[in-house]
Nanobody
């Protein structure tokens, strides 16, 4: 079955950096064929779609993270990454990686995603 396992979260001071990873397994087709994304959920806040990366490598970012976060993928390792620089206290949240429901599907909206990891906590102190 599909498994997505996040790692790399932790506590950091404002201005610091973290790199999240998401190891994928159990896909019916090649990992490279799936659009992947990072999402976050903070207490008492709604879900935010942080970044997505399509099978062709095209990326999209939330305005709140543009210029600070970089999403990337290593198709040889079936792994998704999120490099987070210049972290702010408002970046504090549980971060989840997600996969679209079907191979070849585009990441047009949250509803395109159907599989999730367990999450990794990021805490940024001021």
């Amino acid at each position: 079955q599909v498994q997505l396992v996040e790692s790399g979260g932790g506590s950091v001071q404002a201005g610091g950096s973290l790199r999240l990873s998401c190891a994928a397994s159990g896909f019916a087709y090649s990992y490279s064929r799936y659009c992947m994304g990072w999402f976050r959920q903070a207490p008492e806040k709604g879900r935010e779609d942080v970044a997505t990366i399509d099978s062709d490598g095209s990326t999209n970012y939330a305005d709140s993270v543009k210029g600070r976060f970089t999403i990337s993928r290593d198709n040889a390792k079936d792994t998704l990454y999120l490099q987070m620089n210049s972290l702010k206290p408002e970046d504090t949240a549980m971060y989840y990686c997600g996969r679209v429901r079907y191979a070849g599907a585009k990441c047009r909206s949250y509803s395109d995603f159907g599989y999730w990891g367990q999450g990794t906590q990021v805490t940024v102190s001021s």
